[in-house]
T-cell receptor, first 112, second 114 residues
Framework: GENVEQHPSTLSVQEGDSAVIKCTYS??????FPWYKQELGKRPQLIID?????GEKKDQRIAVTLNKTAKHFSLHITETQPEDSAVYFC???????????FGRGTSLIVHP | DAGVTQSPTHLIKTRGQQVTLRCSPK?????VSWYQQALGQGPQFIFQ???????QRGNFPDRFSGHQFPNYSSELNVNALLLGDSALYLC?????????????FGPGTRLTVL
């Protein structure tokens, strides 16, 4: 089955810095890669996603890049703010049935 | 537009007991997936229901079972509870016939087994 590795497990940055979280996947058939943000005690919320026919996608301060050949994808957050502090999960799945495999999460801490 | 809802919010049970968790999908969604999220871990897929049938199942024992009703709502049942079943149980809904695989999560049910 699919295996998703996520790094780092913890990321501490100063407000205004950029943050990068990286994930690798094992199944070359995976074609959908969402990112979720989960604040303490709350539900995971989809913040951005990318499909295998696209190399990069941006939404304001958030961007995701995908390298299908290397089977890795990354989340980039620019101009970080304290409210960006949360656990971020990447996931990978094959289209259709959508059974995602999640990474173990990255705890992002943004210091004011 | 109502999002995904789950009940109850919290639940405390003892070993050996049985529990039922409930989920109502986002309006317009017809597929419900259940996940177990242990502390400090990512969500682990339990199973997915579509058209009142279990369509996919993750690596969970038969103690975990579910049901989907004609209105697309769903239940997760866990029998013979173990201490290791303590976790946040998340429900996520999606639209099977759409061109998107996007899932939306509910707030979860925090299950504690003593």
């Amino acid at each position: 089955g699919e295996n998703v590795e996520q790094h780092p497990s913890t990321l501490s940055v100063q407000e205004g810095d950029s943050a990068v979280i990286k994930c690798t996947y094992s199944d070359s058939a995976s074609n959908y890669f969402p990112w979720y943000k989960q604040e303490l005690g709350k539900r995971p919320q989809l913040i951005i996603d990318i499909r295998s026919n696209v190399g990069e996608k941006k939404d304001q301060r958030i961007a995701v890049t995908l390298n299908k050949t290397a089977k890795h994808f990354s989340l980039h957050i620019t101009e970080t703010q304290p409210e960006d502090s949360a656990v971020y999960f990447c996931a990978a799945s094959k289209g259709g049935s959508y059974i995602p495999t999640f990474g173990r999460g990255t705890s992002l801490i943004v210091h004011p | 537009d109502a999002g995904v809802t789950q009940s109850p919010t919290h639940l405390i049970k003892t070993r050996g007991q049985q529990v039922t968790l409930r989920c109502s999908p986002k309006s317009g969604h017809d597929t419900v997936s259940w996940y177990q999220q242990a502390l400090g871990q990512g969500p682990q897929f339990i199973f997915q229901y579509y058209e009142e049938e279990e369509r996919q199942r993750g690596n969970f024992p038969d103690r975990f079972s579910g049901h989907q009703f004609p209105n697309y709502s769903s239940e997760l049942n866990v029998n013979a509870l173990l201490l290791g079943d303590s976790a946040l149980y998340l429900c996520a809904s999606s639209f099977a016939s759409g061109d998107t695989d996007t899932q939306y999560f509910g707030p979860g049910t925090r299950l504690t087994v003593l």
